[in-house]
């Protein structure tokens, strides 16, 4: 039995309950796949500060590097939002991605047919819907430099720098190119090239990347546009690619389409996976629910505990190459929503709620 | 009779033909609001580019100088996409915001009855939203520098500067609490606050303002959380405030409650409103619809000219100080949606296909 090393991060908020169900989740399904999970876990975000006075110990990084995945849960939280921003959980997040070279953030949003009806969009319109939006991650506002808020005898004035190398751009949308070759073979590439220089250039390098790739189709959008067509014709798209702070605000807006934020997995790779899955090469990644938090409710056991077990799902496809496991996983929360279970978030008439360790129950049984 | 003086900028695309709709309409207003527009006309963005050579000519901010307000068509298309940013379309209409300094942009969100069933959005979500983006116009990262994109011997690299002053911030944070005050009194400020230093000073700035705003209610949203609300719970919504690409982004997203971009109005100030409507004192504006050039229907005649139509009222209200008529031409324009009447961007079954020219002549016929 081959050992596959876990670090979880359960971190803020709710980060804790579910990524229990994530976590047992791979353990029930250890025997089937042939792989023995190792857990280790650690601290991050506010838990950590309220520990150690920081949000990221070197000694989290060190054991993050140790692993094979990092399996998180959330960060941040009202109580933390006093701190300066280099000090709050969030930097925590940001510091873990940047140190460990996670380049590339995969967000799938993929409704599932018993829940088309649960978005506030009509059914019709997210029916069907499979999209993949790559976000770069590492890069841009995130952590560009001068960086500064400066409170001067003139006032207070603060700068944020929007940096891109072609280096940088071309590795991001060559992994979307991937992809999408093994899926609907179509490429949006979301810039604002009207007006930010970044974005002419990100144009440029993505049509040049897209030469390499003559069976994908590529298709350049505007970001605002793009935000526009997301919820109005969210079937058009197959792979979306964009830089750091569009991905983030499209990814979240594409949540809607899902019905719930809470049902959204992601993974933070720092390396196309291979291209022929089931390689016994691990990719390493850092995968999180994309959802956040959510003190409000936190520690009352009622969360969704979907995005985190479909993003121990994506371990499993993308760090581990076991594709048949994966889509295991993805069928079984298919079959408890086909069964009209529902966490409180999903909840409505004709549908059974249940908490956040009973949904994961019903799903390890099934998968 | 007094006299105001419109420069009228059509610019490419459909354009022209919305713009035709929104002049007509002025002039007919003439006699019951006492007041004789007399329109002067050039060219901007490509068309500009054609002619002139330059998407934006001396002469033209010269004539805007002299002007009550600028109305102006949609600028862009595929053909000038090969020119540089700096002499494209878009920095036509980009120079005249900055030379004229129209720092507030105000984009209202109103779905019409006789629409809350045209959206991608169920009509429950939709019904009643009645929302106001003000978006900051003249900073950020549209007009930070440095803003470059260097070829060197390492390979490209491009940065983009999102720049922003306590006053810079302080005057649009100021205009939507003032519009706030006369509408349901909340203002959502989006921010990035967790990442951005920008965003930072954003935050802390709004809550100065809203001190002295006590009767208002102010609430802080990250722009990837809103982008979510936007289109999940669209009514929480009354006034939002935020920088100049957030605001890009959002707004057209926005869009999508109205049921077609074509519905969309805008103004670009230079001030806040003089707190009592009906002021003789006339505030500077840029009036525009918010959608594109459209050049795959442009010269057809089948464009939607409501977000023309409404941007003249909105010229109305702003410049003019003519609530009853602005107001007039609003109930004009739900009149004709409610008898069915529609083009070609809202058709459906049931409704009445109009081209631009005859929806224009039915709300004359009802303002
Ligand atoms: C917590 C925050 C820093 C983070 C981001 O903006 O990247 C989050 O919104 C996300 O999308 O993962
Ligand atoms: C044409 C473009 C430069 C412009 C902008 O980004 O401001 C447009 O999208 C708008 O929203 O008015």
Redesign the interface.
């Known amino acids: 039995m081959s050992e596959v090393r876990v670090l979880l991060l359960p971190g803020d908020g709710i980060g804790p309950e579910v990524l229990a169900e994530a976590r047992a989740l791979l353990e029930a399904l250890g025997p089937a796949t042939g792989l023995r999970f190792s857990f280790s876990d650690d601290l991050i975000g506010g838990a950590a500060i309220d520990a150690y006075g920081t949000p990221l110990r070197e000694e989290t990084i060190e054991a993050a590097r140790q692993s094979d995945a990092v399996l998180l849960g959330a960060v ?1 939280g009202p109580k933390w939002d006093y701190l300066p ?1 280099a000090t ?1 959980p ?1 930097a925590g997040l ?1 510091g873990l991605r940047k140190e460990l070279g996670l380049f590339a953030n995969l967000r799938p949003v993929k409704v599932f047919d018993a829940l088309a009806d649960a978005s ?3 059914p019709e ?1 997210v029916r069907g819907v499979d999209l993949l939006v790559v976000r770069e991650l590492t890069g841009g ?2 952590f ?1 430099q001068p ?3 400066v409170r001067g005898p003139e ?13 940088e751009i071309a590795r991001i949308v060559d992994l979307a190119f991937r992809l999408a070759r093994e899926r609907r073979r179509k490429v949006t590439s979301v810039d ?7 974005s ?2 990100w144009r ?2 993505a049509t040049e990347v897209a030469s390499r790739y003559p069976e994908v189709t590529l298709e350049h959008a505007l ?3 793009c ?2 067509r ?4 969210p079937r058009d798209f197959d792979v979306l690619v964009m830089e750091n ?2 991905g ?6 594409a ?2 389409l899902a019905g719930s ?1 809470g049902m959204l997995p992601s993974a933070s790779l720092h390396g196309a996976p291979p291209s022929r899955p089931g390689s016994p090469a691990r990719l390493f990644g850092l995968y999180e629910p994309v959802h ?1 938090s959510a003190p409000d409710i936190a520690g009352r056991g009622i969360a969704n505990p979907i995005g985190a077990i479909l993003s121990a799902a994506m371990l499993l496809r993308w760090t581990l190459g076991q594709e048949a496991a994966a889509t295991a996983v993805e069928a079984a929360v298919a079959d408890v929503l086909d069964a009209g279970i529902r966490t409180a978030d999903l909840a409505g008439s004709g549908t059974q709620p249940v908490g956040t360790a009973e949904f994961g129950r019903l799903v390890r049984e099934r998968a």
């Open positions: 941040g921003k709050r969030e940001l506030p969009l009509k319109i506002l995130y560009g960086s500064e808020l006032g207070r004035r603060a700068v944020d720098t929007l940096p891109y190398t072609e280096a604002k090239a009207n007006v930010l220089n970044t002419q250039l440029e390098v970001v605002d546009s935000a526009m997301l919820v109005s014709r702070l569009f983030d605000i499209l990814s979240d807006e949540a809607v934020l956040g």
